[in-house]
């Protein structure tokens, strides 16, 4: 809600719409669903979450609405509207004005996603050279104040430097400086700090959020740490298996959660407050194969909720409050869900003990 | 803090394992010295879980691998069960490696990606000819029963397997040779939060099956706390502070210990990350650490006394010893913005406001 940063004229207009994208890979195996049918929508100056396991299609999904994947055996439908531009019918050629200048991105490894053989302030300046008409001497004085702005000490000297001279956290820095070169909207920030220390993943978060406000970007937050978006994001989506199966304001999410998958990733983290030698609660088993996803509930298999309507009828997306979403029969907190629950416990442990034992051996 | 002494050391009888005055150091260019580890002490009584704690470039997997003799220490002692590994030689060292074992973070890039998963877990039994061919067999059966891998898939290798399976495997090829003592090196840092608690249950489980001592590394304190029985927060070679994970998580002592709770991402909304207590800056080269204290370029409550006197463990609570000559009072806050980023970025606390 902050109104503070350069966007004021435009604020809280609609600046992302994406409505049913589906992407899938054809493989030799089958078709992978890597996402199905996911609608969402992005405010200026906001923070969406993205939350979920490895596999679970959050990647896939950003980069999809950037356009950044391989265009082999890629199947890419819905309607992706970025400030009233359908981005899914662009070429690449056209999608080159939105990389960098209007949409950017920050990927988990900082040593990957920099140039090892170029100087920290050539990949600086090449996208303000881009995108941005000014001068060779303007875009270094730009590139310098921006390693500034991500509180990199002694910029000018950094500008000359390769990556490997520069520590983890530092790097990430510079990434979130190439990141924010041409002053993009919409920021999408992939794992940003799961490579780093926690300390430090706490000054990026921090920097990130003040660039944000500064800048009125937008910003899609990926992460699989429920705890890294709790106290960042305006609104959080749960993935799964290709789809968003939870979405609400952040606050609504963790006072009200409906969907045992959004409980259950809660549960597995180890909390502070928690004596020591706590046994963890588990999500067993893994997410399921997305050539070949069961049929009902995608995520039944490994639901301690789970009844049989679960296991033959896919439950649609459902309104538990205004803005929030879930995909369930059994949800958290309500009568039938309980009941589910406790059935499943009294059913003897015989099933729900075996499935969490045949589950953890697979 | 960051600091030396053996005040929080227990009994010599007690302990299975003993370190003193731990130091490890490797040359680097122009004759310099890179200080990985400058005098750790510690002590593991047998079945008990030691966690190490602290940023990257602290020293604690240096130190891991410093009780293995993977290198051999600078200088200091070892001692398991009494007997000094730094003054074994090579082949009676080599004899006691199955007694010694490692997880390492990676779990993919740590298994061999051409041999099966057999060949791996059963090569330590091989190269000692643990009994014959069958009872070799059944031991890899079991560990790997044990942990939730189906024998049945051993003939396949591990690019087969997800992060969380090869990280089991990697277990069990340490559990394979009965091991007295394993040294878990972020053996969770790398996988989601789902599969890191099926880990952390699964060492707990090894521990009680096969009553294993382990040293566990790891950079996260609330992973740490959850698995240790005594925690050592390290930092820049030093020790900070030494206790049981109640009284560190209920009363940190040490500036850099309260930096370390506070950066740890809470799932609850209503905890707003509060940038004034995240610690700022970077931890200093360990070719020239800060003399004194290593911690105080970036400690809100250094005073000159802590630039020229090194602090010394000692005890604060019943199970607590903290290296620090201001160590914290129960309740105090501590303003780390401010300090940390200008002292060691040279930005005059401006850009801090962030709420």
């Known amino acids: 809600m902050s109104t503070t940063g350069l966007g004021g004229a435009t604020s809280n207009g609609r600046l992302l719409e994406v409505t049913?994208?589906?992407t899938y890979f054809e493989t030799d195996r089958g078709v992978v669903k890597s996402v199905d049918g996911v609608t969402f929508t992005l405010d200026r100056g906001k923070t969406l979450g993205i939350v979920g396991e490895s596999g679970c299609g959050k990647t896939v999904l950003s980069r999809s609405i950037m356009g950044l994947l391989p265009k082999r055996g890629l199947v890419r439908?819905?309607?992706?509207q970025f400030e009233g531009t359908d981005l899914i019918g662009l070429s690449d050629k056209d999608m080159r004005e939105y990389w960098g200048a209007q949409m950017?991105?920050?990927?988990?490894?900082?040593?990957?996603s920099l140039n090892p053989v170029m100087k920290i302030g050539k990949q600086i300046t090449e996208s303000i050279r881009q995108h941005l008409d000014v001068t060779k001497e303007f875009a270094q004085e730009l590139a310098e104040s921006l390693l500034a702005s991500v509180r990199i000490p002694e910029p000018q000297v950094r500008l000359k430097e390769y990556p490997h001279q520069?520590?983890?956290?530092?790097?990430?820095?510079?990434?979130?400086?190439?990141a924010l070169a041409c002053g993009p909207k919409l920021l999408f920030a992939d794992e940003p700090t799961t490579a780093l220390d926690v300390t430090v993943q706490a000054q990026v978060l921090d920097l990130m959020a003040q660039q944000q406000r500064e800048r009125f970007m937008?910003?899609?937050?990926?992460t699989h740490d429920l705890g890294v978006v709790a106290g960042r994001a305006d609104e959080i989506a749960v993935m799964y298996a290709g789809r968003i199966v939870e979405k609400a304001k952040t606050s609504e999410l963790f006072s009200d959660m409906k969907m045992p998958y959004t409980e259950a990733l809660l549960s597995s983290i180890p909390k502070l407050a928690d004596h020591s030698h706590t046994r963890l609660a588990t999500i067993p088993g893994r997410p399921p194969d997305l050539v070949n996803p069961p049929l009902g509930c995608k995520f039944a298999p490994r639901c301690a909720y789970v009844q049989d309507r679960c296991r033959e009828e896919e439950p649609p997306l459902q309104l538990a409050s205004p803005g929030h979403e879930y995909r369930c029969w059994f949800p958290v907190g309500t009568p039938e869900g309980k009941d589910a629950f406790e059935r499943n416990r009294r059913a003897g442990d015989v099933v729900a003990t075996a499935a969490l034992a045949q589950a953890e051996t697979v | 803090m960051a600091g030396t002494g053996t005040a929080h050391l227990r009994g010599e009888g007690e302990a299975m394992l003993r370190v003193e005055d731990l130091v490890v150091e490797f040359p680097a260019r122009n004759g310099m010295t890179v200080h990985a580890v400058s005098g750790i002490s510690l002590d593991i009584?047998?079945?008990?879980?030691m966690g190490l704690v602290g940023e990257s470039g602290c020293g604690k997997s240096t130190t891991g691998r410093a009780i293995v003799q993977l290198p051999p220490p600078v200088s200091g002692s070892v001692r398991l069960d009494g007997t000094e590994l730094t003054a074994l030689e090579d082949e009676t060292l080599r004899k006691l490696r199955p007694r010694l074992q490692m997880i390492f973070q990676d779990p993919i890039s740590s298994l061999n990606p051409r041999r099966r998963v057999r060949e791996i877990v059963s090569e330590g039994l091989d190269i000692w000819r643990v009994g014959d061919k069958a009872s070799r067999k059944a031991r890899v059966d079991e560990v790997l029963e044990a942990v939730g891998i189906d024998p049945a898939n051993a003939g396949r290798r591990p690019h087969e397997f997800s992060g969380g399976q090869c990280q089991r495997i990697s277990i069990a090829r340490a559990v394979a040779t009965e091991p007295k003592l394993i040294i878990c090196d972020e053996p969770v840092s790398a996988l989601d939060v789902s599969v890191q608690a099926q880990i952390i249950n699964l060492l707990q489980d090894m521990k009680d099956r096969y009553g294993l001592t382990l040293v566990f590394i790891a950079h996260d304190l609330a992973v740490v706390k959850n698995v240790s029985d005594r925690i050592v927060v390290m930092y820049l070679g030093k020790m900070c502070e030494v206790g049981d994970p109640e009284s560190i998580y209920e009363r940190p002592s040490h500036p850099y210990t309260a930096a370390l709770l506070a950066a740890i991402p809470e799932p609850d909304p209503s905890q707003r990350p509060d940038s004034q207590k995240v610690l700022g800056g970077e931890i200093p080269s360990p070719l020239a650490p800060p003399s004194g204290c290593r911690f105080r370029t970036r400690c809100p409550k250094a005073q000159e006394r802590c630039a020229v006197e090194e602090p010394v463990l000692r005890k604060v609570d019943s199970n607590q010893f903290v290296a620090c000559?201001?160590?914290?009072?129960?309740?105090e806050e501590l303003e780390f913005a401010k300090v940390g980023i200008g002292a060691t970025i040279g930005l005059d606390g401006d850009g801090t406001d962030l709420d």
């Open chain 1, 104 to 112: 950017s991105m920050i990927f988990q490894d900082p040593m990957t």
């Open chain 1, 20 to 22: 049913d994208v589906k």
């Open chain 2, 325 to 331: 000559h201001f160590p914290l009072e129960p309740d």
């Open chain 1, 218 to 222: 937008a910003m899609v937050l990926i």
């Open chain 1, 166 to 178: 520069l520590s983890g956290g530092m790097r990430q820095r510079v990434c979130i400086a190439v």
């Open chain 2, 45 to 49: 009584v047998e079945g008990e879980t």
């Open chain 1, 77 to 80: 439908e819905g309607a992706i």
